[in-house]
């Protein structure tokens, strides 16, 4: 059984630091793209990160970048989200996705990602 298991978020205060965590299980880690998508109340989901586990690379959503930096163990089939200097926009809830990757290890656009986490609030005080 595919499983995307993401670690409990929470509440910070503006400028603050969150991990999150998402175990992947019940298919080839190594094959996948892992990326971290956010939806806000009333707006759509959008990508946040995406690293490919076969060779290590990123992408970063514009809003984030500098603050956040995605990384994966593979020996333990877990992909992290480090969310540094948090901002009350960032909140969300937080989903990881696990999808086959584009030639090169590219990431694939968000409708291409084969399996989802169940989310997890993210909440940023001002």
């Known amino acids: 059984e595919v499983q995307l298991v993401e670690s409990r978020g929470g509440l910070v205060q503006a400028g603050g630091s969150l991990r999150l965590s998402c175990a992947a299980s019940g298919f080839s880690f190594d094959d996948y793209a892992i990326g971290w998508f956010r939806q806000a109340p009333g707006k759509e989901r959008e990508g946040v990160s995406c690293?490919?586990?076969?060779?290590?690379?990123?992408i970063y959503a514009d809003s984030v970048k500098g603050r956040f930096t995605i990384f994966s163990d593979n020996a333990e089939n877990t992909v992290y989200l480090q969310m540094n200097s948090l901002r009350p926009e960032d909140t969300a809830v937080y989903y990881c996705?696990?999808?086959?990757?584009?030639?090169?290890?590219?990431?694939?656009?968000?409708?291409?990602?084969?399996?989802w986490g169940q989310g997890t609030q993210v909440t940023v005080s001002r």
């Open positions: 690293i490919s586990s076969s060779d290590g690379s990123t």
């Open positions: 996705a696990a999808g086959s990757p584009l030639p090169g290890s590219r990431c694939p656009p968000m409708r291409e990602y084969d399996y």
